[in-house]
Nanobody, 121 residues
């Protein structure tokens, strides 16, 4: 029904930048909040950044001032610009979106498959 396809992960040196993208496709009526989460080995998945359909954003304290989340509603796509990357940013990054399907009455949370971000020191 719905697919979230992420791209843009990779290996970068500390201080470098990466841009993640996540495109939603399928029988979509509307998308409410979209966000990025990450999970490092041995740790719980945590919220990195979130953006509502109206453009309101919130960030984890650890990434404020370095990461920027944005979205293109016409393309059903959310982005995460990551600057000044640190080794502690190394994790699998997951896209999340709250989507209402065509003919549905409620919205459902969908997840992408994850993309690896590795920051070397």
């Amino acid at each position: 029904q719905v697919q979230l396809v992420e791209s843009g992960g990779g290996l970068v040196q500390a201080g470098g930048s990466l841009r993640l993208s996540c495109a939603a496709s399928g029988s979509i009526f509307s998308i409410n909040a979209m966000g990025w989460y990450r999970q490092a080995p041995g740790k719980q998945r945590e919220l990195v950044a979130r953006i509502t359909s109206g453009g309101t954003t919130n960030y984890a304290d650890s990434v404020k001032g370095r990461f920027t989340i944005s979205r293109d509603n016409a393309k059903n796509t959310v982005y995460l610009q990551m600057n000044s990357l640190k080794p502690e940013d190394t994790a699998v990054y997951f896209c999340n979106a709250n989507i209402m399907l065509v003919l549905a009455k409620t919205q459902t949370a969908y997840w992408g498959q994850g993309t690896q971000v590795t920051v070397s020191s």
